[in-house]
T-cell receptor, first 116, second 113 residues
Framework: GDSVTQMEGPVTLSEEAFLTINCTYT??????LFWYVQYPGEGLQLLLK?????DKGSNKGFEATYRKETTSFHLEKGSVQVSDSAVYFC???????????????FGRGTQLTVWP | AAGVIQSPRHLIKEKRETATLKCYPI?????VYWYQQGPGQDPQFLIS???????DKGSIPDRFSAQQFSDYHSELNMSSLELGDSALYFC????????????FGNGTRLTVT
């Protein structure tokens, strides 16, 4: 079945360091891929998305490229800030016929802590 | 901007009791989703509704039921609670069965003792 595998955390970085959080997926059909962020005490917020191969999603300095050949959607940011400390979830949903687009399959989440 | 509202934020119940969680979607959103997130786990899809009809069903136990009302709010009813039901329950809403991004509420933390 459809699934998402994320690198395990926690990830601890100093401010301005480079961030990579790996995400790979298994899916039939043509999935859309997402990164969601969860700040302490809050719900999940959509960070970025990509709906087809080679698409790059970007938002707030974060980027991820939909790589069909490696079934990956790694999250990157060139210079993290303390305010980026949160849990990051990779997720997918399928576009093919008969699938409810909103049914998201999540990875386990990666806790990111950024120190000043 | 209005967001998805969930109530209550926290709920403590004993085993075998019943709990009702409520979700108020963003105005004009017609689709509601329920997810369960156990401690240290990824959110798992439970059930969704589109225009007050069940549209998809995931790993929702038979002890749980849900519905969407005429004002589009949704309720998740959980009976015969078990310790393993302790989790964070998220509601999300969207337009047109998820063809627009999902907006999540802050969740209801249920603790079963």
């Amino acid at each position: 079945g459809d699934s998402v595998t994320q690198m395990e955390g926690p990830v601890t970085l100093s401010e301005e360091a480079f961030l990579t959080i790996n995400c790979t997926y298994t899916a039939t059909g043509y999935p859309s891929l997402f990164w969601y962020v969860q700040y302490p005490g809050e719900g999940l917020q959509l960070l970025l998305k990509a709906t087809k191969a080679d698409d790059k999603g970007s938002n707030k300095g974060f980027e991820a490229t939909y790589r069909k050949e490696t079934t990956s959607f790694h999250l990157e940011k060139g210079s993290v800030q303390v305010s980026d400390s949160a849990v990051y979830f990779c997720a997918l949903t399928r576009l093919d016929r008969g699938s409810t687009l909103g049914r998201l399959y999540f990875g386990r989440g990666t806790q990111l802590t950024v120190w000043p | 901007a209005a967001g998805v509202i969930q109530s209550p934020r926290h709920l403590i119940k004993e085993k075998r009791e019943t709990a009702t969680l409520k979700c108020y979607p963003i105005p004009r959103h017609d689709t509601v989703y329920w997810y369960q997130q156990g401690p240290g786990q990824d959110p798992q899809f439970l059930i969704s509704f589109y225009e007050k009809m069940q549209s998809d069903k995931g790993s929702i136990p038979d002890r749980f039921s849900a519905q969407q009302f005429s004002d589009y709010h949704s309720e998740l009813n959980m009976s015969s609670l078990e310790l393993g039901d302790s989790a964070l329950y998220f509601c999300a809403s969207s337009l047109d069965r998820g063809n627009s991004p999902l907006h999540f509420g802050n969740g209801t933390r249920l603790t079963v003792t």
